[in-house]
């Protein structure tokens, strides 16, 4: 380190005050992450601090500021190289558009450097399996964060109604497949990004492997019919074996604003105990099932016209939502997605449901545990 050119981190604010016996307190605090940490040592390190500029080495500094043993200055520099305090000057990524980021996963992740944190992200590959409106705007804010890698299914086109919530679709997508038009909007995000495309409808006898081979790292489940609970337990089995985490995202209950929840094997329950967790605190819940009509046989759409059609008894059903809903959810359940996928050692494993409640204001939780008296799978 002591030959290194080294700069402090930009998201990094540092007070500095005197004592009487001649020693400073230094607090390092993050402006991302609100942490702070306060050392009490000798007015030099202060000074080396503030002189810190990516030109001149460590040791050219530590040499200005007096005499320093070796062993000294190597256990400043470890303690602010551990603490992510400072970085290497030298140290650039690939493409800078990731640069604030990275300079944020510093803060974040302190198990590894930035750089890796956003070099892991770059690496994965995610499987979603029907891409809807928060499963959409998931795909594109992981898109966003570097993922490069995605294999998207959905056999649906899309339709007039979908321009409420799908963020990704534009009046001349109507009628396109939702996957063919996801994947070009991601491309022109950042054209580096692969995708396999699966025109397909998930079913019972549907071989799983055909999606998902062993180079997948994540599967989101956002696959609400013919019911979630039904596909997820299908999904989630499957990624089981193969130890690759899900993602169960939509479909239970309204869920207008509320995260979805992540299944990491072995670590985590399993989806059956998941399921489980869920049967018991619901036991006086039935599903209700509306009629629902097509909404875009109201609307004809000719030369470029809409006429809207009478119809009478028209009922739209189901629960459907703001956009604001689905991009909240989508939002929610992200941060903890790229916190898993770029290797953050401080994660835990908790399997939790968040939903936000509007009219109170508030957030609720719901924590899945393994059921080890029945699971076979947890209780090993
Ligand atoms: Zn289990």
Redesign the pocket.
């Known amino acids: 380190m002591i030959d290194k050119k080294l700069k402090l981190q930009d998201t990094l604010d540092i007070y500095i005050s005197e004592q009487k016996d001649g020693k400073v307190i230094i607090t390092f605090s993050r402006m991302t992450t609100r942490e702070r940490k306060e050392i009490v040592t000798q007015p030099f390190v202060a000074k080396f601090l503030a002189s810190l500029d990516g030109e001149r080495t460590a040791g050219e500094i530590l040499k200005g500021l007096g005499d320093f043993s070796k062993e000294q200055a190597s256990i400043l520099l470890n303690f602010l190289k551990d603490e992510h305090f400072i970085y290497e000057a030298h140290e650039a990524p690939e493409d800078p558009r990731y640069l604030r980021q990275i300079a944020y996963f510093e803060d974040m992740i302190l198990s590894h450097s930035g750089m890796e944190s956003q070099r892991l992200l770059q690496q994965k590959h995610i499987a979603i399996i029907g891409c809807g409106a928060v499963t959409g705007a998931m795909v594109e804010i992981l898109a966003r964060a570097g993922v490069e890698k995605f294999t998207l299914v959905d056999a649906k086109k899309v339709r007039y109604s979908d321009l409420v919530r799908h963020l990704f679709c534009r009046l001349d997508d109507i009628g396109k497949y939702k996957i063919d038009i996801l994947s070009d909007y991601l491309k022109r995000i950042n054209n580096r990004i692969k995708t396999a495309l699966f025109y397909d409808e998930l079913n019972p006898n549907t071989d799983l492997n055909k999606y998902i081979g062993t180079d997948v790292d994540l599967v989101i489940n956002g696959c609400d019919e013919p019911y979630l609970g039904h596909t997820s337990l299908k999904i989630g089995r499957f990624l ?1 074996t193969k130890n690759i985490a899900l993602y169960v995202m939509g479909g239970f209950d309204a869920h207008l604003m509320s995260s979805g929840e992540l299944i990491i094997p072995p670590k985590t ?6 399921q ?1 967790t869920f049967q018991k605190a619901l036991t006086d819940w039935k599903p209700t099932y509306t009629q629902v009509e097509k909404p875009e046989q109201l609307v004809e759409y000719n030369n470029h016209n809409y006429t809207i059609n009478k119809m009478n008894h028209f009922d739209i059903g189901g629960s459907g939502g703001l956009s604001v809903m689905s991009l909240f959810s989508a939002n929610l359940s992200c941060m903890r997605i790229i916190q898993f996928l770029a290797g953050d050692d401080r994660l835990d494993y908790k399997t939790e449901r968040y939903e936000y409640l509007i009219n109170k204001g508030i957030m609720t939780s719901f924590e899945m545990v ?3 008296a ?6 090993e």
């Open positions: 089981q329950p399993c989806i059956d105990c998941c489980q393994k059921q080890r029945f699971c076979k799978v947890c209780n």
